[in-house]
């Protein structure tokens, strides 16, 4: 993919003084001395459509309450049309949301009971467990294979055992997938539809990662698939522009399921803030030469991540990541046991074995493999959404603190 010419490598741009003046989590959890690659932060400016925007608004006091959800609506419909020749979303079948995983509680309140099981892919993104959990459901899990993908045959044993317990069953699909940057193919969520209709499993997909696709692969939206008509997709434009802190995200139906949405509560709409409203339309609006020029950044670092691996950790397992800008590296050859027990959900910043190691003998925070569940451990997550010379420091520690 080649970048507009127009805008320069955002992962490029700042160094690491000015990164180190950020007050968010990334960069103010751990000490000066580390090199923080754990939590999923980017260290690039903020586009400058956006930023404009949003200078825009605070100059003329525009910091009341959102006017809902249609313009937002609108620019995912027309980005979703451009960058994925996907043409069904309309601004009719969506909900105004506060973030994606408050969007998927939410979906999940409409279409199963307290009790109820919820289905899993592990190792996944850490919070789906105490989301699931706190909203008083169960978690299921269907561990992905050898691969990092879904391992069709144990999705289907999941559906059937949940099923047996659950009046009604949901599962959540993780698109791209959160540690192991697995896209899905067209094929593959074609037969997950398939098995979801069979069990009468409702799909609700966490597609916060979509626009971040790098070159080799092709995203599909999950509501796009044959038979995917009664699931759900949450999405935002939060991962792929930066834009955590400013809180706002839609939940989208497919056709079967606009009944299920429009019982959805009012007061749900009110959590997201004007300004977060406001970046996510203009970034899917006019963020994508910007959004151009860091997947061609990204895609780059991930090529950098594999040979410094090779020079500095040849022992270790990795596989370039599809999408997303996170790295799932399997430590296991290293020794570094996780502590008995220690293969479970967690919070993200909890730390054990080798990124425990990492973080005392290199001075690197990374994301621990064990809380991402089962078949997590021994793992570590790093984010390579970086600088170059950041991201060539980080693992050059990490090799000398091993042969240290």
Same mark, same amino acid.
């Given at each position: 993919?080649?970048?507009?010419?127009?805008?320069?490598? $955002? /992962?490029?741009?700042?160094?690491? #003084?000015? %990164?180190? @003046?950020?007050?968010?989590?990334?960069? !103010?959890? =751990? *000490? +000066?001395?580390?090199?923080?690659?754990?939590?999923?932060?980017?260290?690039? $400016? /903020?586009?400058?459509?956006?930023? #404009?925007? %949003?200078? @825009?608004?605070?100059?003329?006091?525009? !910091?009341? =309450? *959102? +006017?809902?959800?249609?313009?937002?609506?609108?620019?995912?419909?027309?980005?979703?049309?451009?960058?994925?020749?996907?043409?069904? %979303?309309?601004?009719?079948?969506?909900?105004?949301?506060?973030?994606?995983?408050?969007?998927?509680?939410?979906?999940?309140?409409?279409?199963?009971?307290?009790?109820?099981?919820?289905?899993?892919?592990?190792?996944?993104?850490?919070?789906?467990?105490?989301?699931?959990?706190?909203?008083?459901?169960?978690?299921?899990?269907?561990?992905?294979?050898?691969?990092?993908?879904?391992?069709?045959?144990?999705?289907?044993?999941?559906?059937?055992?949940?099923?047996?317990?659950?009046?009604?069953?949901?599962?959540?699909?993780?698109?791209?997938?959160?540690?192991?940057?697995?896209?899905?193919?067209?094929?593959?969520?074609?037969?997950?539809?398939?098995?979801?209709?069979?069990?009468?499993?409702?799909?609700?997909?966490?597609?916060?990662?979509?626009?971040?696709?790098?070159?080799?692969?092709?995203?599909?939206?999950?509501?796009?698939?044959?038979?995917?008509?009664?699931?759900?997709?949450?999405?935002?434009?939060?991962?792929?522009?930066?834009?955590?802190?400013?809180?706002?995200?839609?939940?989208?139906?497919?056709?079967?399921?606009?009944?299920?949405?429009?019982?959805?509560?009012?007061?749900?709409?009110?959590?997201?803030?004007?300004?977060?409203?406001?970046?996510?339309?203009?970034?899917?609006?006019?963020?994508?030469?910007?959004?151009?020029?860091?997947?061609?950044?990204?895609?780059?670092?991930?090529?950098?991540?594999?040979?410094?691996?090779?020079?500095?950790?040849?022992?270790?397992?990795?596989?370039?990541?599809?999408?997303?800008?996170?790295?799932?590296?399997?430590?296991?050859?290293?020794?570094?046991?996780?502590?008995?027990?220690?293969?479970?959900?967690?919070?993200?910043?909890?730390?054990?074995?080798?990124?425990?190691?990492?973080?005392?003998?290199?001075?690197?925070?990374?994301?621990?493999?064990?809380?991402?569940?089962?078949?997590?451990?021994?793992?570590?997550?790093?984010?390579?959404?970086?600088?170059?010379?950041?991201?060539?420091?980080?693992?050059?520690?990490?090799?000398?603190?091993?042969?240290?």
């Amino acid at each position: 993919m080649t970048p507009s010419p127009r805008v320069a490598n $955002p /992962l490029e741009q700042l160094t690491i #003084e000015q %990164l180190r @003046q950020r007050t968010s989590m990334k960069w !103010t959890l =751990y *000490p +000066p001395d580390v090199l923080p690659l754990w939590v999923a932060e980017m260290d690039v $400016p /903020l586009a400058e459509p956006i930023a #404009e925007a %949003l200078h @825009q608004a605070v100059a003329r006091g525009d !910091t009341g =309450y *959102p +006017p809902g959800r249609r313009a937002y609506a609108e620019a995912l419909a027309g980005f979703a049309a451009r960058r994925w020749g996907w043409d069904g %979303l309309t601004a009719q079948r969506t909900a105004l949301v506060p973030d994606v995983m408050l969007g998927i509680v939410e979906v999940l309140r409409l279409v199963t009971a307290p009790g109820d099981a919820v289905v899993i892919n592990s190792p996944v993104y850490p919070p789906f467990y105490a989301f699931i959990t706190n909203a008083g459901r169960r978690v299921v899990e269907a561990p992905l294979d050898g691969t990092g993908r879904v391992d069709l045959a144990v999705l289907g044993e999941a559906f059937a055992s949940a099923a047996k317990t659950s009046d009604r069953v949901a599962y959540l699909l993780c698109n791209p997938h959160n540690p192991t940057g697995v896209v899905h193919s067209a094929d593959e969520l074609g037969q997950i539809a398939a098995l979801a209709h069979t069990h009468k499993v409702r799909v609700v997909a966490d597609e916060i990662h979509a626009p971040l696709v790098l070159p080799g692969a092709d995203f599909t939206p999950y509501l796009s698939v044959p038979g995917a008509e009664d699931a759900f997709a949450v999405v935002s434009a939060s991962k792929a522009w930066n834009l955590a802190g400013l809180k706002a995200a839609l939940a989208v139906a497919g056709p079967a399921a606009q009944a299920d949405l429009d019982r959805m509560p009012e007061e749900v709409s009110h959590g997201p803030s004007h300004l977060g409203v406001l970046a996510h339309t203009v970034a899917f609006n006019e963020g994508e030469p910007w959004l151009d020029a860091l997947l061609a950044g990204l895609a780059a670092n991930r090529d950098l991540l594999g040979q410094l691996l090779t020079e500095h950790l040849p022992q270790v397992g990795y596989s370039p990541p599809q999408g997303t800008y996170l790295a799932w590296i399997d430590c296991r050859p290293l020794g570094f046991d996780d502590p008995d027990g220690a293969d479970g959900p967690g919070i993200v910043s909890e730390l054990a074995g080798p990124a425990r190691v990492f973080l005392d003998r290199a001075r690197v925070a990374l994301s621990s493999g064990h809380v991402f569940g089962s078949g997590g451990a021994g793992h570590i997550r790093l984010n390579f959404a970086t600088s170059p010379a950041i991201l060539t420091e980080a693992v050059t520690r990490m090799g000398r603190s091993l042969r240290g």
